[in-house]
């Protein structure tokens, strides 16, 4: 069946780097997601990347995805203070797929 | 350009009472998908919606809960009789195309059952 498994807690020391592991199950994911999702908000999309590529990076954060042992990673440069959320990894199988599977998010604190 | 919302954003209801749920998707999305979270959970799918149509409701609940988007106002996510395990928080997200990559979500309902 489809499965996304993250870790649940990160602790990070400002300035430093943040890495967010995430697997998955379904072959057939088209499309790797991660969002970002702050105390009683909504989820806003931070990137994507298609299963057809290695990396991607935007700014601070980098997208690694290791397709053959289903494995994402999330890596947050410099990490901030506004940067503490629930970190969602998410898969889709294809265009025609209805729905997103998440995980069960990582959960990212900054410590000074 | 309004994002996707959705009212109330907090909802407070007593046992076997009902709660209706109110997406209205962004301007020019016809696609709309209904996700629920459980506390310290990751969101899980319930049902997509064109207009007037129910694509997928393999996440649905079998028994009191119900879904409509109709061609005109917003779509309407329905639980009839509650109980406290449907203590969640409700996520609506729309797509102008269902093959677009990205779904994009409103803030949410929180329904809390006494």
């Known amino acids: 069946g489809e499965d996304v498994e993250q870790s649940l807690f990160l602790s990070v020391r400002e300035g430093d780097s943040s890495v967010i592991n995430c697997t998955y199950t379904d072959s057939s994911s088209t499309y790797l997601y991660w969002y970002k999702q702050e105390p009683g908000a909504g989820l806003q999309l931070l990137t994507y990347i298609f299963s057809n590529m290695d990396m991607k990076q935007d700014q601070r954060l980098t997208v690694l995805l290791n397709k053959k042992d289903k494995h994402l990673s999330l890596r947050i440069a410099d990490t901030q203070t506004g940067d503490s959320a629930i970190y969602f990894c998410?898969?889709?199988?294809?265009?025609?797929?209805?729905?997103?599977?998440f995980g069960s998010g990582t959960r990212l604190s900054i410590r000074p | 350009n309004a994002g996707v919302m959705q009212n109330p954003r907090h909802l407070v209801r007593r046992r076997g009472q009902e709660a209706r749920l109110r997406c209205s998707p962004m301007k020019g999305h016809s696609h709309v998908y209904w996700y629920r979270q459980l506390p310290e959970e990751g969101l899980k799918f319930m049902v997509y919606?064109?207009?007037?149509?129910?694509?997928?409701e393999s996440g649905m609940p079998k028994e009191r809960f119900s879904a409509e988007f109709p061609k005109e106002g917003p779509s309407i996510l329905r639980i009839q009789q509650v109980v406290r395990g449907d203590s969640a928080a409700y996520f609506c997200?729309?797509?102008?195309?269902?093959?677009?990559?990205?779904?994009?979500f409103g803030p949410g309902t929180r329904l809390t059952v006494l």
């Open positions: 997200a729309s797509s102008r195309r269902h093959e677009d990559n990205e779904q994009f």
């Open positions: 998410a898969e889709r199988g294809g265009s025609s797929a209805s729905k997103i599977i």
């Open positions: 919606l064109q207009k007037e149509n129910i694509i997928d």
